[in-house]
């Protein structure tokens, strides 16, 4: 069965950072491209940033572009997203999702994590 | 830059009845590269079609996508109970977007 945990969520202050993690179950994680969706409080669904299965690969929604970060580790079948520079507009659920192609990349995200929730408040 | 409307707002019906929800493109969706996802409260979305019209793995039959270019619509043939829910269009053919969303609530 496909699990993906993410943890690494709390508040923190305008201007911090935080590192989230998802860790993989259920799959070959390193076959995977992977992603990071966000969910703001009763709003809808943002694309964050995507991963290929070997990190070549790397792209970013122009809200966060050069304040977060997306990597893996395969060898630990986990993905991380270190936000930087953090405003009140990145308050949010963050799911990781698995894109269900394997070599390459859909878009299109066909298992979700139950999310961690990003508070950024002084 | 593609927006993606969504429509209706909210969508109000019985148990049993049909449901057409409504995805917008304000450009062409290259190759048909539209997905449909079902949000339930304090969970993560679900995939329920991709592809314009593929069924994700596990998803009933009542569950159809159709449509192409910029009109796409998602339907329900008959609800059930656990169909109340929000429903999301996202379209992939460009940097992923996901539209605002169509509530299908109890009538």
């Known amino acids: 069965e496909v699990q993906l945990v993410e943890s690494g969520g709390g508040l923190v202050k305008p201007g911090g950072s935080l590192r989230l993690s998802c860790a993989a179950s259920?799959?070959?994680?390193?076959?995977?491209?992977m992603n990071w969706v966000r969910q703001a409080p009763g709003k809808g669904l943002e694309w964050v940033s995507s991963?290929?299965?070997?990190?070549?690969?790397?792209y970013y929604a122009d809200s966060v572009k050069g304040r977060f970060t997306i990597s893996r580790d395969n060898a630990k079948n986990s993905l991380y997203l270190q936000m930087n520079s953090l405003r009140a507009e990145d308050t949010a659920v963050y799911y990781c999702?698995?894109?269900?192609?394997?070599?390459?990349?859909?878009?299109?995200?066909?298992?979700w994590g139950q999310g961690t929730l990003v508070t950024v408040s002084s | 830059e593609i927006v993606l409307t969504q429509s209706p707002g909210t969508l109000s019906l019985s148990p049993g009845e049909r449901a057409t929800l409504s995805c917008r493109a304000s450009?062409?969706?290259?190759?048909?590269?539209l997905a449909w996802y079902q949000q339930k409260p304090g969970q993560a979305p679900r995939l329920l079609i991709y592809?314009?019209?593929s069924r994700a793995t596990g998803i009933p039959d009542r569950f159809s996508g159709s449509g192409s270019g910029t009109d796409f619509t998602l339907t329900i043939s008959r609800l059930e109970p656990e169909d109340f829910a929000v429903y999301y269009c996202?379209?992939?053919?460009?940097?992923?977007?996901f539209g605002p969303g169509t509530k299908v609530d109890i009538k």
């Open positions: 999702a698995r894109d269900p192609l394997g070599t390459s990349s859909s878009w299109y995200y066909d298992y």
């Open positions: 259920g799959f070959t994680f390193s076959s995977y491209s």
């Open positions: 991963i290929s299965s070997s990190s070549s690969y790397i």
């Open positions: 450009q062409s969706v290259s190759s048909s590269y």
């Open positions: 592809g314009a019209s």
């Open positions: 996202q379209q992939y053919g460009s940097s992923p977007l």
